[in-house]
């Protein structure tokens, strides 16, 4: 991982010249909703992360990205990128995408517009939901990420 994020007037902006880059935003959730405007101004890849070790590069934080790059939306897993599973989709650099990611584990769903785009689940231990936490992803680019809204939701 290289790079950085910061927070300006309530918008995350995250920059990374050559590599990835994840910041995790201080919240722990086993279960939860996150809700995203996220644009790539430029590069690759932008996005939302959910794992237990966001920001040191060593966990396997899974990564739910608009990637420009390859015109997909894509599931992966930190740090080799792993491929969980992707959905071509038209991802325009510079444009606002509501994003809505549903974490229920193994399970995850990816909402973009409120239109379901991805589903599908992911091995986890039970160690690795309870320290999980919610963060933002930024691949070889800049990207601006706001209006976040956590839920965490109740699994009975």
Partial sequence: PA???RLQQETYIGEAKAGWQCASLDVKSRNVEIQATVRLV???????????????????????????????????????FAETCARSFPVERGKDYRVRIFI???????????????????PV??????????GVFVDRGKAEIKDVILHEIDVR
């Fill in 42 to 80: 430029e590069g690759a890849a932008a996005g939302l992360a959910w794992g237990p070790l966001l920001a040191n590069g060593r966990g396997k934080d899974l990564i739910l990205m608009l990637d420009a790059e390859a015109q997909c939306l894509r599931a992966a897993t930190t740090p080799n």
């Fill in 104 to 122: 229920r584990p193994p399970r995850f769903e990816m909402y973009i517009e409120d239109t379901l785009v991805l589903q599908s689940a992911i």
């Fill in 3 to 5: 790079g950085e994020w």
């Fill in 125 to 134: 231990s039970s160690s690795m939901a309870e320290q999980a936490g919610v």
